[in-house]
């Protein structure tokens, strides 16, 4: 199930436009939404042993969204390491299917009690390679 944001008044600027800051926010929602729909959501990456946190976020931003808005973004698995993936995600327009943010996000898995980069639990790796679930 794609992961949807219908743009709503707080998520504007002054210039009516969606702030740009807000992108990661949309960005973390797919993400958290798509381990869920893996069976990976709540703490733990639900019994995984592990939390996902972000490293690094890379975006273009293409156009504009606007009050009223709905924006879907999709997630593909580009790349795994040992202890990190690099996902490609991409968010849309729904009305028109017009890219709006375009971009990479990495992130890193962590030891829940320590904080600490550690191996990507094989069960989450799995699904990562595997490529699923993917929205869009």
């Known amino acids: 199930m794609p992961t949807t944001q219908k743009i709503r008044y707080s998520d504007c600027d002054p210039q009516g436009i969606v702030f740009n800051g807000n992108y990661a926010r949309y960005w973390d929602d797919a993400l958290t939404d798509w381990f869920e729909e893996a069976g990976f959501g709540g703490e733990g990456l639900g019994g995984a042993g592990a939390e996902a946190v972000t490293a690094r976020i890379e975006m273009d931003l293409k156009t504009s969204a606007v009050l ?62 595997s490529g699923k679930p993917q929205h869009g």
């Not at 795994?80 to 729904?94: F, V, Y």
């Not at 375009?102 to 990507?120: A, C, L, N, T, Y």
């Open 68 to 129: 009223g808005d709905t924006l879907v973004t999709s997630i593909v698995v580009e790349e795994t390491g040992r202890t990190s993936a690099t996902l490609a995600m991409t968010t849309s327009r729904q009305s028109d299917g017009r890219t709006v943010a375009v971009g990479r996000e990495v992130i890193v898995f962590v030891d829940q009690d320590q904080f600490r980069p550690m191996s990507i639990p094989d069960v989450v790796r799995g699904m990562l390679e």
